[in-house]
């Protein structure tokens, strides 16, 4: 069974830093694209999810939107069975539920999600 598990969210400050990881059980994680996503409060559907970082199992090639480009990385650590998300100069905007999703074929599975806050 293939299980994602995020961490490290919390309360940041605006201009603030914040590393998220999604830690895979199950399976080996470096197979998968991997995907992060983010749920802004309001919002409740899966499809209202937007897209902030994708790294590919082929080469991890990553992909970002423009909203976040710049300020977010997201990285393989195949040691630790994870990707990571590092997020810099944090605005109150990217306050969400982050939500790490892993795809192969057609074969998805997402995380619990991790809350992020961006106030001060």
């Known amino acids: 069974q293939v299980q994602l598990v995020e961490s490290g969210g919390g309360l940041v400050e605006p201009g603030g830093s914040v590393r998220l990881s999604c830690a895979a059980s199950?399976?080996?994680?470096r197979l998968w694209d991997v995907e992060w996503y983010r749920q802004a409060p309001g919002t409740q559907y899966v499809?209202?999810?937007?897209?902030?970082?994708?790294?590919?199992?082929?080469?991890?090639?990553?992909h970002y939107p423009d909203s976040v480009k710049g300020r977010f990385t997201i990285s393989r650590d195949n040691t630790e069975n994870s990707v990571h998300l590092q997020m810099s100069s944090l605005k109150p905007e990217d306050t969400a539920v982050y939500y790490c999703?892993?795809?192969?074929?057609?074969?998805?599975?997402w995380g619990q999600g991790t809350q992020v806050t961006v106030s001060g």
């Open positions: 999703k892993a795809t192969r074929s057609s074969n998805d599975f």
């Open positions: 199950g399976t080996t994680l």
């Open positions: 499809d209202q999810r937007e897209l902030v970082a994708r790294i590919t199992a082929l080469h991890s090639v990553t």
